[in-house]
């Protein structure tokens, strides 16, 4: 029943920013100079592990508003960003097509039960798991079999759980003004 919530949530983090009542729908940092340096550390680690080649099909399950996207396909030949919020999807595609990025595509759908007919070089998946019911989670592990190949690379970049497992259930947070749900898992789940 949390599932629901947690979708709720990302609606509204999305009507958030396109009233520009937040620095970023995704980041879940308010504090603009805390957001700055987060995504500066975030994207410096992020550049230290990816290895994409500019012939590299590549999809960000869990897009969001597409920042990791549109970074991906400054260094890929083309990137299928998935997110089951359609005011995500919105918001990314408008972003994109300010930006003039041509080599992106945007698709709202469940990561779980996304399909796709591509195989893809790379996969990333960030900050999309600990929204996921385990259900939902093993789902989308099987799935991902179906559009990879051998030599597929898969980047997991994923808060977990220090001292084991983690669940949040619509727990209210003063920072962020909302009810929040999330489940922090271990580093072997």
Not at 31 to 37: A, C, G, R, V
Request: net charge positive.
């Amino acid at each position: 029943p949390y599932q629901k919530n947690i979708k709720d949530f990302w609606n509204k983090r999305a009507d958030k920013f396109m009233l520009g009542q937040s620095l970023s729908a995704t980041n879940l940092e308010e504090n603009s100079e805390l957001q700055k340096i987060k995504l500066k550390l975030e994207r410096k680690k992020i550049q230290s592990v990816i290895n994409i080649k500019s012939t590299d099909i590549c999809l960000d399950l869990g897009c969001g508003l597409g920042y990791w996207t549109e970074f991906i396909s400054q260094k890929s030949k083309k990137v299928i960003g998935v997110d089951y919020s359609q005011k995500m999807i919105k918001i990314a595609q408008n972003n994109a097509r300010k930006k003039d990025i041509q080599n992106v595509e945007y698709i709202c759908s469940d990561a779980s039960e996304y399909s796709n007919e591509n195989v893809f070089d790379f996969i990333f998946i960030s900050g999309l798991l600990l929204y996921l019911s385990d259900l939902d989670m093993r789902a989308l592990v099987k799935n991902i079999n179906n559009f990879s190949k051998s030599g597929t690379s898969l980047i997991l970049r994923e808060p977990t759980g220090l001292d084991g497992r983690h669940l949040i259930v619509d727990k209210f947070s003063a920072t962020l003004n909302a009810k929040y749900s999330a489940v922090y898992r271990t580093r072997d789940e």
